[in-house]
T-cell receptor, first 115, second 115 residues
Framework: NAGVTQTPKFQVLKTGQSMTLQCAQD?????MSWYRQDPGMGLRLIHY???????DQGEVPNGYNVSRSTTEDFPLRLLSAAPSQTSVYFC??????????????FGEGSRLTVL | AQSVTQPDIHITVSEGASLELRCNYSYGATPYLFWYVQSPGQGLQLLLK??????LVQGIKGFEAEFKRSQSSFNLRKPSVHWSDAAEYFCAVGAAGGGADGLTFGKGTHLIIQP
């Protein structure tokens, strides 16, 4: 059982470049989300989705796009990378019961450096 | 909106000593509460969760937490720590009725174990 799989694990970009962080889960979870983790800031929610075709913004969405064409996949796109986007990114998924998000299952993270 | 405070950024404990990590939350309705642990370079793993019922919750690796509504707290405890417990610990709150907003995380407590 793979759980939540993120790729790549490490990436270095130059300012202005674009890239996509991939996230896939094999648990048939309705809910998927992206967090960024910065020193002293904890985890902050970027975008989330409650099912295929449905996405919404979290606390820090600027500079990021997402889509959810299938239940399994939830890619995060950086359109024009900035040094402020240097961070560790985590994808997480969860079952939803009666419209509520439960326990989150996390991927191992993707460390992004923007020069 | 809900919020989580972990007052201690760093805690140092001797191996074999007891541990208590503090977590205070702010939310008007019934919270869902979680403790996650993150080892260096890894994703987050769920230690335990509280949704309802018994306010003393048992988790993995010998951890427990107690929900105290009157104090808006959900402190994590362990009677005797092991060197392998050195990690970053995150408290998180989800809101019953909060729908798909996901979890709000505290900024984390870094646990150091002295031999």
């Amino acid at each position: 059982n793979a759980g939540v799989t993120q790729t790549p694990k490490f990436q270095v970009l130059k300012t202005g470049q674009s890239m996509t962080l991939q996230c896939a889960q094999d648990m048939n979870h309705e809910y998927m989300s992206w967090y960024r983790q910065d020193p002293g800031m904890g985890l902050r929610l970027i975008h989330y989705s409650v099912g295929a075709g449905i996405t919404d913004q979290g606390e820090v969405p600027n500079g990021y796009n997402v889509s959810r064409s299938t239940t399994e996949d939830f890619p995060l796109r950086l359109l024009s990378a900035a040094p402020s986007q240097t961070s560790v990114y985590f994808c997480a998924s969860s079952r939803m019961e009666a419209g509520e998000v439960g326990e989150l299952f996390f991927g191992e993270g993707s460390r992004l450096t923007v020069l | 909106a809900q919020s989580v405070t972990q007052p201690d950024i760093h805690i140092t404990v001797s191996e074999g000593a007891s541990l208590e990590l503090r977590c205070n939350y702010s939310y008007g309705a019934t919270p869902y509460l979680f403790w996650y642990v993150q080892s260096p370079g890894q994703g987050l793993q769920l230690l335990l969760k509280y949704f309802s019922g018994d306010t003393l919750v048992q988790g993995i690796k010998g951890f427990e937490a107690e929900f105290k509504r009157s104090q808006s707290s959900f402190n994590l405890r362990k009677p005797s720590v092991h060197w392998s417990d050195a990690a970053e610990y995150f408290c998180a709150v989800g809101a019953a009725g909060g729908g798909a907003d996901g979890l709000t995380f505290g900024k984390g407590t870094h646990l150091i174990i002295q031999p």
